[in-house]
């Protein structure tokens, strides 16, 4: 009987203390948060480690600016990402509750560190997101749609060149046939301070 009643108060007041007011989005100021995160594709899949700078205005609006370490396993033709990104963040909460579901865009550069210069370069990143807050954390799932440019090098002494055009774009592929298409799922967890 004493278990019959403490599962009816349970059931009872999980949906209050749930969904009761303190969504982090709705408190005004500066909020920092860090965020594990990684690109899905039909090749890989490239991890990201990132954290998000920006001013809540009380209405369930951010803007932020977003940077971290991307980085992945080799390639099937040994390419190795290690990219740096930097993105301007703007995210909306719908309510003031612990448990909100949210829409988020980012958007700015990926630029390679490797020191095979597997990228070659620096890139065009868009991420448009759609999650939940719950209390301090976020769950997110969205489309990672990146495209990068690419340089030749030269190999010294041998007066040849070797182009690197398309080593990102097997790394990352759409999900079409062949190796083209820089687009994946995106799949992130946060914390808020």
């Known amino acids: 009987m004493n278990v019959r009643i403490t599962s009816v108060l ?24 860090v965020e594990a995160g990684v690109v899905l594709n039909n090749v890989s899949a490239v991890a990201s480690a990132m954290t998000s700078q920006g001013y ?17 396993a080799v390639s099937p ?22 448990a909100s579901p949210f829409v988020s865009l980012r958007t700015g550069a990926m630029f390679d560190l490797s020191s095979d ?3 070659g370069g620096a890139g065009f990143v ?9 209390r ?3 769950v997110s799932v969205g489309v990672n749609l990146q495209s990068l440019s690419f340089g030749t090098t030269g ?8 182009s690197w055009a398309g080593k990102g774009m097997v790394f990352f592929p ?10 994946g799922i995106y799949a992130g967890l946060a914390y808020y301070f």
């Open 136 to 138: 301090r954390f976020s």
């Open 155 to 162: 190999v010294s002494g041998s007066g040849s060149t070797t």
């Open 10 to 33: 349970v059931a009872l007041l999980l949906p209050v203390t749930l969904f009761s007011q303190n969504n982090a989005g709705y408190d005004i100021g500066y909020h920092p948060s």
């Open 56 to 72: 809540c205005f009380g209405n369930g609006l951010y803007l932020g600016g977003v940077t971290g370490l991307v980085f992945g």
């Open 117 to 119: 210069g597997f990228a």
């Open 174 to 183: 759409g999900f079409t046939s062949g190796t083209s298409g820089n687009s």
């Open 126 to 134: 868009l991420r448009p997101t759609i999650g939940v807050d719950i």
């Open 77 to 98: 033709d040994g390419g190795r990402a290690q990219m740096i990104p930097v993105m301007a963040e703007v995210k909306y909460s719908f309510l003031d509750r612990k």
